[in-house]
């Protein structure tokens, strides 16, 4: 299940690195491909940076679907095409990072939400949040 979680992500990032191979910058292509070695790291930043790889993704689809659009509009040749593709793939780019809120990923990633914890107190008051005991509900 964690492989069907991750694969948008990296199919998303294979598709920037290609784009990025296009363009001639093999300094992204490399960092597109140890963005995709990043997906084997279980730890929340690795997520989280993965997250942010992918939201700054989308941007680079729609600045390139803004500078091929504008292209070819001066050209006078047709473009709408273009820009329903790349708006698309920028999309599925963004939505990508919302891979890591599925119940697997957030497990693996360790990305749960944080325990609550109670205050050693007097036998008989309420209990409290606090983060300076450590012990766990």
Same mark, same amino acid.
């Given at each position: 299940?964690?492989? $069907?979680?991750? $694969?948008?992500?990296?199919?998303?990032?294979?598709?920037?690195?290609?784009?990025?191979?296009?363009?001639?910058?093999?300094? $992204?292509?490399?960092?597109?491909? $140890?963005?995709?070695?990043?997906?084997?790291?279980?730890?929340?930043?690795?997520?989280?940076?993965?997250?942010?790889?992918?939201?700054?993704?989308?941007?680079?689809?729609?600045?390139?679907?803004?500078?091929?659009?504008?292209?070819?509009?001066?050209?006078?040749?047709?473009?709408?095409?273009?820009?329903?593709?790349?708006?698309?793939?920028?999309?599925?780019?963004?939505?990508?990072?919302?891979?890591?809120?599925?119940?697997?990923?957030?497990?693996?990633?360790?990305?749960?939400?944080?325990?609550?914890?109670?205050?050693?107190?007097?036998?008989?008051?309420?209990?409290?949040?606090?983060?300076?005991?450590?012990?766990?509900?």
């Amino acid at each position: 299940m964690k492989f $069907l979680a991750l $694969l948008p992500v990296g199919l998303s990032i294979l598709v920037l690195a290609a784009h990025f191979y296009r363009a001639g910058n093999v300094l $992204l292509v490399l960092a597109a491909l $140890l963005l995709l070695a990043l997906t084997a790291v279980p730890k929340p930043w690795a997520a989280r940076t993965l997250q942010a790889a992918l939201l700054v993704g989308a941007a680079e689809w729609l600045r390139t679907m803004g500078a091929f659009v504008s292209e070819r509009q001066a050209e006078g040749r047709p473009w709408l095409r273009l820009a329903v593709i790349l708006a698309a793939v920028a999309v599925i780019c963004a939505l990508s990072a919302l891979a890591f809120r599925t119940k697997a990923l957030r497990a693996r990633y360790g990305l749960g939400r944080r325990a609550r914890t109670i205050t050693a107190s007097k036998p008989g008051a309420s209990t409290t949040s606090s983060r300076r005991t450590g012990q766990r509900l």
